[in-house]
């Protein structure tokens, strides 16, 4: 069940597209422009800023346009979906780019020793067209995808280590019981219903049969997985 749509909009102007379009948009946005220059004339460090689409790997719905320094870390990127999209129980995760595995943590048991996210700068591996997935939680597994759309030699849009932005926009699915915005999924009905109906308002998850298994409707791939229930917020 995914109130996700293909459609989201330009954080610089707020002009809405679809996703596709997004992508040529945010090259030639005249707002995007005006915010580059003027973070062009900061303190800040020039340096390679690559754009990334990001996108659930199972559906088209959920994605986000991010700007993201250079001299960050997977670290940073990993931090930064876990905020907006996939945070629930403190779960591993991993990239996968060119037939490398960059894990989080070392792995205990020695059987994965590939390089750890927080070595590795995203400038020794990013460029233009590259394309790279990634697992958060090795059990019930949210999967995503990333493209490097472009690169762009200028000065960071922000201190932060990413910048977002688009996003999908987001609609509520109707409530089961009366058809208002849902707010809460019942995850025993999401695989109970053929239909995957399962979407419940406030007044209606409250008195539902399965209350224990209701959890918070927010903009995420993850909705319904394990025990995540958002709140899918960036994270600065």
Not at 104 to 127: C, H, R, T, Y
Not at 152 to 158: A, M
Request: glycine share 8%; charged share 25%.
């Amino acid at each position: 069940m995914s109130g996700a749509q293909t459609r989201g909009s330009c954080v610089f102007c707020g002009r809405e597209f679809a996703k596709g379009g997004l992508s040529r948009h945010l090259t030639t946005c005249p707002k995007r422009q005006e915010v580059q220059a003027t973070a062009d004339v900061s303190k800040r460090q020039r340096q390679t800023l690559y754009h990334l689409q990001v996108q659930d790997a199972w559906g088209a719905g959920y994605f986000l346009h991010l700007e993201m320094r250079g001299k960050a870390t997977l670290k940073d990127l990993d931090e930064y979906l876990r905020a907006i999209w996939l945070e629930c129980c403190g779960h591993l995760s991993a990239f996968e780019i060119a037939g490398v595995r960059y894990d989080n943590e070392a792995d205990p048991w020695g059987e994965n020793e590939g390089p750890l996210m927080d070595a590795v700068k995203v400038s020794s591996i990013f460029q233009s067209g590259l394309e790279m997935s990634y697992e958060y939680d090795f059990g019930t597994t949210s999967e995503l995808t990333i493209k490097v759309v472009a690169a762009r030699e200028g000065k960071p849009l922000t201190e932060h280590p990413i910048f977002l932005m688009a996003r999908n926009k987001f609609e509520q699915p109707p409530c089961i019981v009366c058809g208002q915005p849902a707010t809460n999924i019942c995850t025993q009905c999401l695989y109970d219903h053929a239909d995957h109906s399962c979407g419940l308002c406030d007044e209606h998850a409250e008195e539902h049969e399965h209350e224990e298994m209701v959890l918070a409707l927010v903009n995420s791939p993850r909705v319904g997985m394990c025990g995540y229930s958002g709140p899918a917020e960036p994270p600065y």
